[in-house]
T-cell receptor, first 112, second 111 residues
Framework: NAGVTQTPKFQVLKTGQSMTLQCAQD?????MYWYRQDPGMGLRLIYY???????DKGEVPNGYNVSRLNKREFSLRLESAAPSQTSVYFC???????????FGPGTRLTVT | QKEVEQNSGPLSVPEGAIASLNCTYS??????FFWYRQYSGKSPELIMF????GDKEDGRFTAQLNKASQYVSLLIRDSQPSDSATYLC???????????FGAGTILRVKS
């Protein structure tokens, strides 16, 4: 039981490049979330998926797209990376209650 | 105004003391309140949650909620150096299916 896994762990991109962050959970959770964490800002919700086949915008969705591929997997795509997207990205999941979330190890992304 | 406010710290306490972490929130309709702990370079992990006014105890941790004052706190008794971390307060959002996090309070327990 791996919990929530994320790939890659680290990534450096040049401005304008694209990439997809992968997230998978093996806990049979319904809801999945993507957050970014910047110094002094706490965790900010980018997108979430309450169930397979649905996605909704969070607080900071601009510049990102998501796909809920199946119940296990929820990916985050940066189509044209910008330096402002330099951050640590966390994926999380939970079965029903929004608060008891389980987090992945994070992806540290640097855009130069 | 941020929806969830925390003092960024650092809050420094000696080993064995009580650490008191505070959080205020703006949405009066919030129903669920959570405390996550995050060690440096790691992901957040849930340590406490509280839904009703009053106190909730779990081992060395006590969560306190006052909905009238829109205030939630976390007390850590007999603080240990291993408690040194950032503590994130989280509150369920407007429609109850999203969390809003505070920026976190850095706690340092000195031996």
């Amino acid at each position: 039981n791996a919990g929530v896994t994320q790939t890659p762990k680290f990534q450096v991109l040049k401005t304008g490049q694209s990439m997809t962050l992968q997230c998978a959970q093996d806990m049979n959770h319904n809801s999945m979330y993507w957050y970014r964490q910047d110094p002094g800002m706490g965790l900010r919700l980018i997108y979430y998926s309450a169930s397979e086949g649905t996605t909704d915008k969070g607080e900071v969705p601009n510049g990102y797209n998501v796909s809920r591929l199946n119940k296990r997997e929820f990916s985050l795509r940066l189509e044209s990376a910008a330096p402002s997207q330099t951050s640590v990205y966390f994926c999380a999941s939970n079965i029903k209650d929004p608060g008891e979330q389980y987090f992945g190890p994070g992806t540290r992304l640097t855009v130069t | 105004q941020k929806e969830v406010e925390q003092n960024s710290g650092p809050l420094s306490v000696p080993e064995g003391a009580i650490a008191s972490l505070n959080c205020t929130y703006s949405d009066r309709g919030s129903q669920s309140f959570f405390w996550y702990r995050q060690y440096s370079g790691k992901s957040p992990e849930l340590i406490m949650f509280i839904y009703s006014n009053g106190d909730k105890e779990d081992g060395r941790f006590t969560a306190q909620l006052n909905k009238a004052s829109q205030y939630v706190s976390l007390l850590i008794r007999d603080s240990q150096p291993s408690d040194s971390a950032t503590y994130l307060c989280a509150v369920n959002g407007e429609y109850g299916n999203k969390l809003v996090f505070g920026a976190g309070t850095i706690l340092r327990v000195k031996s």
